[in-house]
């Protein structure tokens, strides 16, 4: 059984952390394309048009990739998770039949229309199926997130007698105090990702000497959004985030700092090694008093350690879960002192021909995909050894009846499927990127959307 859930966990991991590569680069660029679309619709500018056209086929090749990678995902709740589905499919299945229902339909609908009904319904309509496009997408994170925030903090439920979970306020469920700084953090990540996609696109394209004009639009609106994103990560969303998880999961939290020892005045690590031998850091590297001020906003205030907890209310993981949440945090200040120089850069009119920023850009491109993975597992580690925080373990959620051998073997099948996927991701992506935006021929002339015969 133990092997199991191991393979169970294992394999859930794998496909949701594959899965959410897709998603987190189309509710970025759903608001980016939504501001595209908006200058395009005030200015008359035909060149917005068609930068918006360009994301819009990143948007559509990341959507069919995440509904592909998406829906065996979610047949595991049934075939590796029978037991957690059956006793909390009554408040789970709420929140997911909403983003099915509502949200994956409208971002779907309005994708097609967007893709395919410009020239029939003109600037008006076409721009309201970007606002759409948007709202289905943001509304998805948020119906999503709900479940998950959910299973961090369970609110609004009742447990009926044969052990089962049934929500017994929508609204409450819906309005979940863990769900705030989880959504806001989570979709400014989000933000960030499209928006370090779109300065990178542009960023390769002016080093590349092509597309210049375009490569100036995506430099000035991913440079920009990225810079806001960057610091809304840290402050307020990031923050809030550390804050609720010391509230109400003060063990993970300890386990987030590498803090063993209940400590006043505790000091915040920013480079160690956790020990599990010696329940310690080696080699740290703190600032005084910074975790105390941290959560409490007192210098001196008591900050409990894990040595406050049972140890069997410990994080499963806590090396790895320590370097998850050090890596997003380290990845997150490295964003800012990137982005925020190259805004003022932007700003002074310097940034298109200040190479080395550029090549910084550009490089830095897949590392907001390192960073939410990071986030993403601090998040679902830290909740361990809880499926929903306090009331069910993860190894009471497994199905019984589905043996590690099994799960095995479709594990093993997933990665060599999603492996594929993947190359066959990056060489589209980077056949529509070689491609180019723009609606000009080779030669210049500009095309009009129809065949000259």
Known sequence: ???????????????????????????GLAL?????????????????????????KIFALSFAFGVVTGIPMEFQ???????????????????????????????SSFLGFLLFGEKKFGPRIHWMASLMLFLGSWLSGFFILATNAW???PVAYTIAADGSFHV???????????LLWQYSHTMTAAVATGSFVMAGVGAFYLLSNRHTDYAKTFLRTGVTAGAIASLLLLFPTGHGNAKQVFE???????????????ERGAGMVLVGQPNMETLSIDNPITIPWGLSLLVYDELWAEVKGLDAFPREEWPDNIPLLYYSYHIMVGLGSIFVAIMIPAALLLWRGKLFKTKLVLWGILLITPFPYISTTAGWMTAELGRQPWLVYGLMRTSEGISPLVHSGNVLFTFIGFVGM????????????????????????????ALKGHSPY
């Open 151 to 153: 299973m961090q903090h």
């Open 168 to 178: 017994n306020s929508l609204w409450g469920l819906l309005t979940n105090s863990w």
């Open 77 to 107: 709740f049934g075939t590796n998770w029978a037991k957690f589905s059956e006793l909390t499919g009554g408040v789970i299945g709420q929140t997911l039949a909403m983003e099915g229902l509502f949200s994956f339909f409208l971002e």
């Open 418 to 445: 999603y492996f594929l996927l993947g190359i066959l991701f990056l060489f589209m992506f980077s056949e529509t990127v070689s491609h180019g935006p723009g609606t000009k021929s080779a030669d210049g002339e």
């Open 32 to 56: 980016l394309i939504l501001y595209l679309k908006s200058r395009a619709l005030w200015t008359h500018d035909e060149h917005f048009n068609d930068a918006a056209r360009f994301w819009i």
């Open 248 to 262: 109400h999961q003060p063990a993970t939290g300890a386990a987030f700092e590498g803090l063993f020892q209940t």
């Open 1 to 27: 059984m133990e092997t199991a859930l191991l393979y169970d966990r294992f394999q859930f991991a794998f496909t949701i952390t594959f899965h959410y590569l897709f998603p987190q680069l189309t509710m």
